[in-house]
């Protein structure tokens, strides 16, 4: 079994930053894309960041400049760093990774943390 355990998150007034981690433990017998995905109430979730386990990054357009995502691979986590932000920065935020176990590949996907920006 595999689970991706997400920290940070919180409340932070426009213009400030955050940080985002997710942790990924279990049987895991490769990694794949990790990332994150954010969604907003009444809105569908959506891309925010990308990277692959060789580095290649994908942004959303809104967040290009602002946002950072980095791997440790040997500690199975992805990281967000969310500077400059703003109040349509708010949303739940969600990791993501594709992981190969002994027996499947798939989509795992963290609990999910609140990220409030106020004006």
């Known amino acids: 079994q595999v689970q991706l355990v997400q920290s940070g998150g919180g409340l932070v007034q426009a213009g400030g930053s955050l940080r985002l981690s997710c942790t990924a433990s279990?049987?895991?017998?490769?990694?794949?894309?990790m990332g994150w995905y954010r969604q907003a109430p009444g809105k569908q979730r959506d891309l925010v960041a990308t990277?692959?386990?060789?580095?290649?990054?994908t942004y959303t357009s809104s967040v290009k400049g602002r946002f950072t995502i980095s791997r440790d691979t040997a500690k199975n986590t992805v990281l967000l760093q969310m500077n400059s932000l703003k109040p349509e920065d708010t949303a739940v935020y969600y990791c993501?990774?594709?992981?190969?176990?002994?027996?499947?590949?798939?989509?795992?996907w963290g609990q999910g943390t609140q990220v409030t920006v106020s004006s």
């Open positions: 990277m692959t386990s060789g580095g290649v990054t």
């Open positions: 993501y990774a594709k992981i190969t176990t002994i027996t499947t590949i798939r989509d795992y």
């Open positions: 279990g049987s895991i017998l490769a990694k794949h894309d």
